[in-house]
């Protein structure tokens, strides 16, 4: 019955999301407050629905219901409580609902927490809102059921595939999501904008908390998948170029320039078509990630669908989605004015060029990603797209924009003086110079892109630093005076440099992780000593251990450096009775600066087991990076002047025309 009242609720979502996408558009275009009023009430009670079928969902898994289909073909009785919920959303038909349930929350979350927004843009963005809402949870009621019911029901499920039974996923798809889905507010705005006929500063104000918060949740779950990859399969590597992991990445990478670009219209009243753009087109991309997950066309432990019709509808949305703004865009769009006039060398300059850099990055991780898939479609042949090509191609767009994170903020606006600026970051200059000889002199592998990696991390942190200290005035008044004006200054300022300094962090661990990463193969048997990076770890032995739902070969390795004990490690090679598939468990010993990490094999019939040692200097500091990322994100976003909305627009009419209605 529970499923059933899920479903329900399913239908009532779409119908409530129906008339939140046609009542209040139609209000907006008759200038009528109560049908404009209706936007707010249905998106709060789409979210109450969609939120009801969740639960419902999840009651189901709880209870091992496997009179449900879903349940049945994703849980078992013995698996863990944890991986029972967390297994809503590990499959196709739950993901999707997860997806619809947080659109309908930020749907929600516009209705509440848009009081201070013009009536009419108010109630186009929520009608938007719910026109995405139609298509998903229609998409979901037509090919993606979560309520099937099964009959006769068997006696027991056939678990979750064993990968995704680890706490790590229990975050990472949220989070994701969470960062996807939030994209689609700036689409609803961009689009509400371009119906409206208004795109100005204050506009800008508004999207820029929404696009923050959704590039803040898609950085953390990034950073989870990312962690969970380098722990779980154990293969040692946190990011391989996947199709997966770059349908995640492109969104972030257009999100960036998104944020980035929104400045510039809030401060300058310029590069509105640009933001427009950006704005469709991340959503856009955050669609086609969607689509490549889940039609089947990615072979990958993310790809729960192979149903071609799946594929072919969520094809069907996102050509009606961003095709549709596309055409709105292009005829529109010409009519907007170009704002304020600003200098090559400007922070509206160094903004640009930031767009630039990254929109172009995004387009070379898009070809990458699409061509092997474009090229077996029309004419059979399969060619792949791997690391080397996106190294080659991605990180020299990288550097230019990292030189510019740190002298871009220090530019003024509409016209800046480029020598006082590096004049004013001579320390910064110096400090870098410094650390790529120490670097060089000190380092035993690759010296010089060693050095150049850290010169390039420093010299961004030490950019990070030398803006605060110009902008309160250190060395150059008081102390107490310099703390007063620290204390004064924006949230989001802090923000920025937080972020910026996160950045700099991660690019010391790729740096360390890649060019200093040392790996050791081999046959050994317990009784052995092996050694890597100065380490001795005696192979003790192997036994067997038996899990909630799993039964284990466990290794034990005791560490020892300098004849000094440092740790033992336990690294499994898992077997899940019910999937009978196999899965590795990495031990690995961290220290903040470098882990040890350690897996072991199969056996052969001469009593060797394969074990793989890596030594990977510096790879923590990839996840803390992106961690102090999001701190910086999550510091803007308390800005008051975010919190406390927009300034009120002015009273003449902004650069489109008011269509005749």
Do not use: C
Request: overall charge neutral; charged content about 15%.
């Amino acid at each position: 019955m529970i499923a059933e009242i899920g479903h329900y609720a399913l239908v009532l979502a779409l119908l409530v999301s129906a008339v939140q996408s046609l009542v209040p558009m139609l209000g907006a275009a008759r200038g009528s407050a109560a049908l404009m009023a209706t936007g707010p009430a249905a998106a709060g009670a789409q979210f109450a629905l969609v939120l009801a079928s969740f639960l419902a969902l999840i009651w189901a898994f709880v209870t091992s219901d496997f009179s449900v289909s879903n349940v049945m073909q994703n849980s078992h009785s013995a698996k863990p409580m944890l991986y029972k919920i967390t297994g809503v959303w590990g499959n196709h038909e739950g993901s999707m609902l997860l997806w619809s349930l947080i659109l309908a929350l930020f749907g929600a979350m516009v209705g509440v927490f848009g009081r201070n927004l013009p009536p009419s843009l108010k109630a186009r963005v929520l009608s938007v809102q719910g026109m995405i809402g139609v298509g998903f949870l229609l998409f979901i009621l037509l090919t993606s059921n979560p309520f099937e019911r099964v009959f006769p029901p068997p006696l027991d499920g056939n678990d979750l595939n064993p990968l995704l039974q680890d706490p790590g996923l229990a975050f990472h798809p949220p989070f994701l999501y969470l960062g996807y889905v939030g994209f689609s507010v700036a689409f609803s705005f961009a689009v509400a904008a371009l119906i409206e006929g208004r795109v100005d500063p204050a506009w800008a104000r508004w999207v820029r908390p929404w696009t923050l918060a959704a590039w803040i949740a898609l950085t953390l779950g990034i950073a989870l998948g990312s962690w969970w990859a380098y722990y779980e399969l154990g293969w040692g590597g946190w990011w391989f170029w996947d199709p997966v992991e770059n349908a995640s990445f492109l969104p972030w990478l257009a999100g960036t320039a998104l944020l980035h670009s929104a400045i510039v219209v809030e401060k300058r009243d310029a590069l509105k078509s640009w933001t427009i753009l950006l704005a469709i087109i991340t959503f856009g991309l955050s669609l086609m990630g969607t689509f490549l997950v889940r039609s089947g066309i990615l072979t990958s432990v993310h790809a729960f669908a192979v149903d071609p019709d799946r594929g072919a509808f969520i094809l069907v949305l996102l050509v009606l989605a961003v095709g549709g703004s596309l055409v709105l865009y292009a005829l529109r769009a010409p009519s907007l004015q170009p704002g304020g006039l600003f200098q090559p060398v400007s922070r509206e300059g160094g903004l640009v060029l930031n767009n630039l850099l990254l929109a172009t990055a995004t387009a070379t991780v898009l070809l990458g990603t699409l061509y092997p898939l474009l090229l077996d479609a029309m004419t059979g042949e399969r060619v792949s797209v791997g690391p080397p090509f996106f190294n080659a191609t991605f990180i020299p767009l990288m550097v230019p924009l990292v030189l510019l994170m740190a002298a871009g903020p220090m530019l003024a606006w509409k016209r800046a003086d480029l020598a006082g600026v590096l004049g004013r970051l001579r320390v910064a200059i110096g400090v870098s110079v410094i650390v790529a000889l120490a670097v060089f002199y000190f380092a035993t592998r690759a010296p010089v892109l060693s050095a150049f990696g850290f010169a390039l991390a420093t010299w961004l942190l030490m950019g990070v630093l030398t803006d605060w200290a110009e902008r309160v005035k250190l060395f150059r008044v008081p102390l107490g005076d310099a703390l007063r004006r620290a204390g004064g200054l924006p949230r989001s300022a802090y923000g920025m440099w937080i972020a910026h300094a996160g950045m700099a962090v991660v690019i010391y661990g790729i740096t360390g992780d890649i060019l200093w990463k040392t790996e050791s193969v081999s046959a050994s048997r317990p009784g052995e000593t092996l050694s890597i990076a100065g380490y001795d770890l005696k192979f003790d032995a192997v036994r067997r251990v038996q899990g909630p739902n799993y039964m284990a070969e466990q290794g034990v390795f005791t560490v020892r450096r300098d004849g000094d004990f440092i740790a033992e490690l336990t690294p499994e090679r898992r077997v899940y009775p019910v999937t009978r598939m196999p899965t590795t468990e990495a031990a690995i010993r961290s220290n903040g600066l470098s882990d040890l990490y350690v897996v072991i094999g199969e056996s052969n019939e001469g009593g060797l087991w394969t074990v793989r040692l890596y030594h990977n200097p510096l790879v923590p500091w990839i996840w803390f990076g992106a961690v102090i990322m999001a701190a910086g994100g999550l510091v803007s976003l308390a800005d008051r002047r975010l919190r406390i909305g927009a300034p009120a627009r002015q009273s003449r009419d902004a650069a489109l025309p008011v269509p005749a209605e």
